[in-house]
Nanobody, 125 residues
Framework: QVQLVESGGGLVQTGGSLRLSCAAS????????MGWFRQVSGQEREFVAA???????????YYANSVKGRFTISRDNAKNAVYLQMNSLKPEDTAIYYC???????????????WGQGTQVTVSS
């Protein structure tokens, strides 16, 4: 079973940037699609971004419309890690952000089987 640990959250002003990291142990991530989700207290968890397992040189990503053009998901299989670069942050991006491993190679918004504990992102107005 894989353990996922997020880091990099914090408090930032509107328009600022943060880079979230997700470190994995116990299993290689290279054969799994990975995703980032977020959740506001009292609301359902929301899909943010996903990245496919890299095959050859193709890196397939998928984003929620609310973050497209502002957030970038990436991965480093050598470090067994996934990242979420968040730019032009808005107060509505405030949430706990979770890293997750998907059962399969391709991107998707469901089918995630392993989850981290989350990291808080707060964007002040």
């Amino acid at each position: 079973q894989v353990q996922l640990v997020e880091s990099g959250g914090g408090l930032v002003q509107t328009g600022g940037s943060l880079r979230l990291s997700c470190a994995a142990s116990g299993r290689t991530l290279s054969n799994s699609a990975m995703g980032w989700f977020r959740q506001v207290s009292g609301q359902e968890r929301e899909f943010v971004a996903a990245i496919a397992a890299i095959t050859r040189t193709v890196q397939n990503t998928y984003y929620a419309n609310s973050v497209k053009g502002r957030f970038t998901i990436s991965r480093d299989n050598a470090k067994n890690a996934v990242y979420l670069q968040m730019n032009s942050l808005k107060p509505e991006d405030t949430a706990i952000y979770y890293c997750a491993r998907r059962s399969g190679f391709v991107v998707g918004t469901t089918g995630y089987v392993d989850w981290g504990q989350g990291t808080q992102v707060t964007v002040s107005s």
